[in-house]
């Protein structure tokens, strides 16, 4: 890839215009982060949960804050030496700022991104980083860190905070006021999850199937370049209609195996592979004895109740998910 050298002149507009961004409509997060000098913030969770709005909600009470949307086509084909001319830029336009905080969105798509993130932290800036594709899981940039970050997981909205986004006032006598709002938006809730916007706009079931697309496309079959896509599908749909059930490799095995001509090992690595996208995650069911809790069966759950719409749906199993 050839890099050229950035334009400073725009990375300033860019600076300016985004400065002037109106952030009084972005819905805050139950998320509590700390910045610390010295450590990188890493914002990790599934795609479309928001990363990118909370990042905004971080800068809203920041005077010197700089926000780098790598996807923004002012830093398309940006290397690490570019960070230099981008802070320089900054402190061309406002050179008594001191304590800068720096939020890196979209970080996956710089080549040797860490660089950048390791330069700021020498340099004494308070960082943030999110990012997200099939290249480059969210939960993997704190493991590309290594011990300069600490890790924070924005997972899909809590049925508080989708009451905050809906607007219902749940406090005190607003509680009773708003009795019927808060009873619909439970049943809404647990039927179709806590996806931002599924929770704000009327076409779920279609943002749901969108979600559930991309995540086995680009974070599971692309990623893993899987040849035997039947498998993940018959997995993954087998795994929606389990939900909040256990399950374990043997039993997987026995009911896929005649059919599919799968291996234990196949079925272990498309498992890991689902956890890793952030579309399911397994809990283990507690024993005494480690070996015991090794080999017991384990929970399946969902990231989000919404998925459960497109298999075996179950009020009791949707309360037990959420």
């Known amino acids: 890839m050839v890099h050229?050298?950035?334009?400073?002149?725009?990375?300033?507009?860019?600076?300016?215009?985004?400065?002037?961004?109106?952030?009084?409509?972005?819905?805050?997060?139950?998320?509590?982060?700390?910045?610390?000098?010295?450590?990188?913030?890493?914002?990790?969770?599934?795609?479309?949960?928001?990363?990118?709005?909370?990042?905004?909600?971080?800068?809203?009470?920041?005077?010197?804050?700089?926000?780098?949307?790598?996807?923004?086509?002012?830093?398309?084909?940006?290397?690490?030496?570019?960070?230099?001319?981008?802070?320089?830029?900054?402190?061309?336009?406002?050179?008594?700022?001191?304590?800068?905080?720096?939020?890196?969105?979209?970080?996956?798509?710089?080549?040797?991104?860490?660089?950048?993130?390791?330069?700021?932290?020498?340099?004494?800036?308070?960082?943030?980083?999110?990012?997200?594709?099939?290249?480059?899981?969210?939960?993997?940039?704190?493991?590309?860190?290594?011990?300069r970050s600490i890790t924070y997981y924005l997972l899909t909205l809590s049925f508080r905070e989708a009451l905050n986004f809906k607007n219902i006032e749940h406090k005190g006598e607003n509680f009773y006021l708003n009795y019927s709002k808060i009873k619909g938006l439970i049943s809404e809730y647990l039927k179709y999850g806590g996806y931002p916007e599924v929770i704000l706009y009327d076409v779920k079931e279609r943002v749901l199937k969108e979600y559930l697309n991309l995540i086995i496309r680009r974070d599971i079959i692309e990623r893993y370049n899987i040849r035997n896509k039947h498998l993940i599908n018959e997995l993954i749909y087998f795994a929606i209609n389990n939900y909040s059930r256990y399950i374990s490799y043997d039993s997987l095995l026995k009911l896929f195996k005649q059919r599919l001509n799968v291996t234990k090992r196949t079925i272990i690595n498309y498992l890991s592979y689902f956890e890793d996208s952030m579309l399911f995650f397994f809990l283990r069911r507690f024993e005494p004895s480690i070996k015991s809790r090794i080999v017991s069966p384990r929970k399946i759950y969902l990231i989000d109740t919404g998925f459960g719409i497109f298999g075996n749906k179950s009020i009791s199993r949707d309360m037990e998910n959420a």
């Open 4 to 147: 050229t050298v950035i334009d400073k002149e725009l990375v300033k507009r860019y600076i300016v215009e985004f400065r002037r961004r109106d952030f009084s409509d972005v819905k805050r997060r139950e998320l509590k982060v700390e910045f610390i000098k010295g450590k990188a913030i890493c914002i990790v969770g599934p795609r479309r949960v928001g990363k990118t709005y909370f990042l905004y909600s971080l800068m809203m009470n920041l005077e010197n804050q700089l926000y780098v949307d790598f996807e923004h086509p002012v830093f398309y084909n940006v290397s690490p030496r570019d960070i230099i001319h981008i802070i320089d830029s900054y402190f061309e336009l406002y050179p008594e700022r001191k304590n800068l905080y720096v939020f890196l969105d979209e970080v996956q798509a710089v080549e040797d991104w860490e660089r950048i993130v390791r330069y700021l932290l020498d340099r004494g800036f308070y960082v943030a980083v999110t990012g997200s594709s099939s290249r480059l899981m969210s939960h993997e940039i704190a493991t590309h860190l290594r011990g």
